[in-house]
């Protein structure tokens, strides 16, 4: 099975409110909603942003528009009035979130 | 009524361009321009200036735009909605209503909205902060501010007086762009199906060039031409629940399905549920079409009723900030940052800084996540940024990473340095009865007082 970063498949956007993060995950062709939504669990994505997210992962699937929205708790040291981090709204890590591999 | 109603975006965050809302002003075929310029930082800081002087505490740019605009907004009678008002919308209001007498527009009318203080209110009342049920008495002399999300009502109540010009502080960012839409298409404020599609729209424009092609480019994988030269958005919006969202011919950026998706989630939780002061919009139900070259159809969509309680920041003082950077280059660059870190460390313990939270980065080698840059970089800056109850604290913070030049491991330079007072938002909700809400109308002869 080969390997490949979900960049090569979808492209994703961060956002904030208050201490908590959402990313959305879109495949760039409709027809690859349905591996993404096998392969890119909550439980994953929580694991691949390690210690940076203190809560839960959660997945929303959107399919009528054939995107998922992943929304992070505890996630943002704080949220933007409080947070010491460089990137205090965590608009970076959208491409942490792409930098992920997944088996194809 | 109206059959089609058109809306452009003229900001999308306060410090955003400025030109592409005159572009669409002059040639956008509007009907109304919209500037939304709040966020949660914004606001905290516009109460801060307040605070040093009771006259400003509105949007910084304020003036800057109007003048840009202002003539073909007149010229196409386009009437402008914004939250420009921000700490201070009777000040913005005045200050607007001179800049109307000096260019010559003395016949327009500016439409204020002021929300009465509720932070009294809040306290007598026992409401507590959203995650941190006992904070609002913990932090009760610290507190600055308390600013509940309106919706679109005293906006839509101005637009019936007449005001050309409706400037307002903390109000939901959709409610500005749904308040025109219900106005002119004559939507019942329980109409909630039309309420959710038209808060969808509304989320879709405003964060401006976002949905254009903004925010949006990675060479290689996403090519966006014209960055330079983006459009701000234009939404067409039919009486049916139907709307268009698109840009002004022969400027840069792209409307198109990827990137109307990735504005859809910005900023979203669970998207069946994007709630306002108006209405809960449900994006699960929206249909999106690319209706041709730059032209994004929207269709369909669903909502439920507005929820009971009102959001509310509020915005305290949380101690000082400071923050100061260092860089080194070439050979061993991380090894000599690492020892600059150990020696601050040191030196903080030595004299007894007191911070409430303290951290190191080392830009170059993950600062953003864990392992997130290679660490082969040969150059490598030491950000140090700490939170302490007093200034000096923060203030020798900075100096300790200044005297790395003199003290600390050879070859370090670039020092940059700043000291703010931090002021943290939290947030309550409330029930909607306690908030009260006046608009005002400055006419002609309100010019100076």
């Not at chain 1, 349905?34 to 439980?43: G, I």
């Not at chain 1, 210690?51 to 992962?57: I, R």
Request: proline residues 4%; charged residues 25%; glycine residues 10%.
């Amino acid at each position: 099975m080969a390997k490949i970063k979900l960049r090569e498949i979808a492209h994703a956007r961060s956002g904030d409110k208050g201490d908590i993060l959402n990313i959305s995950l879109i495949p760039y062709e409709e027809k690859d909603y349905e591996v993404l939504r096998e392969k890119v669990t909550p439980e994953k994505v929580k694991e691949q942003f390690g210690s940076l997210v203190k809560g839960e992962v959660k997945r929303y699937d959107m399919d009528n528009i054939k995107a998922f929205n992943f929304v992070f708790h505890n996630a943002l040291d704080g949220g933007i009035t409080q947070s010491l981090r460089v990137d205090r709204h965590g608009k970076t890590l959208s491409f942490k979130l792409v930098d992920m591999e997944i088996e194809m | 009524m109206v059959d089609t109603l058109r809306i452009g975006t003229g900001a999308g965050y306060s410090g955003d361009r400025i030109e592409p809302a005159a572009s669409i002003a002059k040639s956008g075929d509007l009907d109304y321009l919209v500037f939304e310029c709040l966020a949660e930082r914004t606001m905290a800081l516009a109460h801060l200036r307040r605070l040093s002087d009771p006259d400003s505490g509105y949007d910084p740019l304020l003036e800057e735009r109007l003048r840009l605009v202002l003539s073909p907004c007149v010229d196409n009678k386009i009437k402008i909605i914004t939250n420009m008002g921000a700490a201070n919308p009777l000040a913005a209001g005045k200050k607007t209503r001179s800049l109307l007498n000096e260019m010559g527009h003395a016949c327009l009318k500016v439409g204020i909205v002021l929300e009465d203080d509720i932070l009294d209110a809040m306290v007598d009342s026992d409401f507590s902060v959203l995650k941190e049920p006992d904070k609002i008495h913990e932090i009760r002399d610290k507190i600055i501010s308390a600013n509940t999300y309106l919706g679109a009502s005293p906006i839509i109540e101005l637009l019936k007086s007449k005001a050309d010009i409706i400037i307002t502080g903390r109000t939901c960012d959709p409610s500005l762009f749904l308040a025109p839409m219900m106005h002119e298409h004559g939507w019942k404020d329980d109409d909630w199906d039309k309420i959710g599609f038209g808060i969808t729209v509304a989320h879709l424009m405003e964060c401006g060039a976002q949905v254009t092609g903004g925010y949006f480019a990675d060479p290689g994988y996403k090519n966006v031409e014209g960055l330079a030269n983006l459009s701000f958005p234009i939404a067409e919006i039919f009486a049916n629940q139907e709307a268009v969202i698109t840009k002004l011919p022969d400027t840069g950026g792209e409307v198109s399905l990827r990137t109307v998706k990735e504005q859809l989630l910005y900023e979203v939780h669970d998207p069946s549920s994007y709630k306002t002061a108006d209405g809960i919009a449900d994006f699960t139900k929206i249909k999106l079409e690319e209706k041709g070259q730059d032209m994004v159809k929207i269709s369909g969509g669903g909502g439920r009723a507005r929820p009971a309680y009102l959001k509310v920041n509020i915005g305290f003082r949380n101690g000082f900030l400071g923050e100061a950077q260092i860089s080194y280059g070439g050979y061993g660059a991380k090894n000599r940052a690492q020892l600059a870190a150990q020696i601050l460390m040191k030196r903080f313990a030595d004299l007894k800084l007191d911070f409430e939270a303290l951290r190191f980065d080392f830009i170059g080698s993950g600062s953003l996540w864990p392992g997130g840059s290679p660490s082969i970089s040969n150059e490598i800056r030491l950000r140090v940024i700490g939170r302490a109850r007093i200034r000096k604290d923060v203030e020798k913070l900075c100096n300790e990473v200044e005297a790395l030049y003199t003290n600390g491991p050879a070859g370090g330079g670039g020092v940059t340095r700043s000291i703010e007072e931090n002021i943290a938002i939290t947030s309550a909700f409330i029930p909607r009865e306690i908030v009260t809400v006046q608009t005002k109308i400055l006419g002609e002869e309100n010019g100076q007082d």
